[in-house]
């Protein structure tokens, strides 16, 4: 079992900036992936960014050159650094590490607003 647990979502000017924590109990480097998702009321849940064990990270088009997810240097939390926020960047945002490929953990999630 793995406990991951989000902090640094809140209510943010467009164009303004955010960055998202998931610490876990496990290391990362013990998995395949972490990554971050997130979900706007009514839509589906959808990959905002990745990184993998070998550091080749994956970004939704709508973030690319605005998000950057990296983590630290023994593996147990993740970021998502979120600049230029925009109001379709409203969500919740959850963290997700993948372990094996049949086993996957989420966090509880964190609300980022981005309204002015």
């Known amino acids: 079992q793995v406990q991951l647990v989000e902090s640094g979502g809140g209510l943010v000017q467009p164009g303004g900036s955010l960055r998202l924590s998931c610490a876990a109990s496990?290391?990362?480097?013990?998995?395949?992936?972490v990554g971050w998702y997130r979900q706007a009321p009514g839509k589906q849940r959808e990959l905002v960014a990745r990184i993998d064990k070998s550091d080749t990270t994956e970004y939704a088009d709508s973030v690319k050159g605005r998000f950057t997810i990296s983590r630290d240097s023994v593996g147990t939390t993740v970021y998502l650094q979120m600049n230029n926020l925009k109001p379709d960047d409203t969500a919740i945002y959850y963290c997700n590490f993948r372990v094996t490929t049949w086993s996957n953990y989420w966090g509880q999630g964190t609300q980022v607003t981005v309204a002015s």
């Open positions: 496990r290391s990362f480097f013990s998995g395949l992936s």
